[in-house]
């Protein structure tokens, strides 16, 4: 079986720092693209970061400049490093991975349980 865990959530204050990670565990014989979304109350969950295998990223717009993602596949493991937060950062992130695990042909897509950020003003 193939887990995904994240840790690294807590609270902070404007413009403070916080570091997530997100660990794969499991039969896992490779990972393709990893991310990391958010959902604050009230709203839909959104993308915030994605990183490929080979390590192509992309941001939303509203943390670029700020957020920084980044994986070690030796490890199954991907980071979001968020400087400079903002109260609008407040919400539940989660992380996802593609993953190709023995004996299956194609990837299935794995979910965390959250980890909650919450900005301070």
């Known amino acids: 079986q193939v887990q995904v865990v994240e840790s690294g959530g807590g609270l902070v204050q404007v413009g403070g720092s916080l570091r997530l990670s997100c660990a794969a565990s499991?039969?896992?014989?490779?990972?393709?693209?990893m991310g990391w979304y958010r959902q604050a109350p009230g709203k839909q969950r959104e993308l915030v970061a994605t990183?490929?295998?080979?390590?192509?990223?992309t941001y939303a717009d509203s943390v670029k400049d700020r957020f920084t993602i980044a994986r070690d596949n030796a490890q199954n493991t991907v980071y979001l490093q968020m400087n400079g937060l903002k109260p609008e950062d407040t919400a539940v992130y989660y992380c996802?991975?593609?993953?190709?695990?023995?004996?299956?042909?194609?990837?299935?897509?794995?979910w965390g349980q959250g980890t909650q950020v919450t900005v301070s003003s």
């Open positions: 499991g039969r896992i014989r490779r990972i393709e693209d």
């Open positions: 990183i490929s295998n080979g390590g192509t990223t």
């Open positions: 996802n991975a593609a993953i190709k695990s023995y004996g299956r042909f194609s990837p299935d897509l794995y």
